[in-house]
């Protein structure tokens, strides 16, 4: 189990943080790098000088957008929390949600 998972104690079996969240940021990042003219990229936007300049911009964008989501994450947590719930049973969850929830079987064993 990662250290985010356990430490947040979050249930995450396809890592979609790890794929979405890291890869995301990393791509926002590397905009600065692969944007530079000294790199054979298209160039800055106006009044960018250096790829600092543009790694500092992609920086604050990217903590943005997490802070955003983040808070987005809490309010939606909270109202499906308050209509449905957040997790199944423990027996729900052993029998598979397929058969509990969707009445049919991925595979017949």
């Known amino acids: ?8 104690k979050i249930d995450d079996s396809l890592d979609v943080f790890a794929v979405h969240g890291v ?11 692969f944007a ?5 990229g298209l160039g800055f936007a106006d009044g960018v000088e250096t790829i ?3 790694l500092w911009r992609q920086l604050v964008g990217a ?4 802070v955003w989501a983040g808070i987005a994450t809490v309010v939606l ?3 499906v929390r308050a209509f449905v719930g957040l997790r199944v049973g423990e027996d729900e969850e052993t029998e598979g949600l397929d058969r509990t929830s969707h009445g ?3 595979y017949n064993f």
């Open 77 to 79: 947590v909270v109202i």
């Open 104 to 106: 049919e079987s991925g």
């Open 36 to 40: 530079a003219p000294s790199l054979s």
């Open 1 to 8: 189990m990662g250290v985010v998972k356990r430490a947040l």
């Open 23 to 33: 890869g995301g940021i990393l791509g926002v990042v590397l905009v600065a790098v």
């Open 63 to 66: 903590d943005a957008t997490f």
């Open 52 to 54: 600092g300049d543009q």
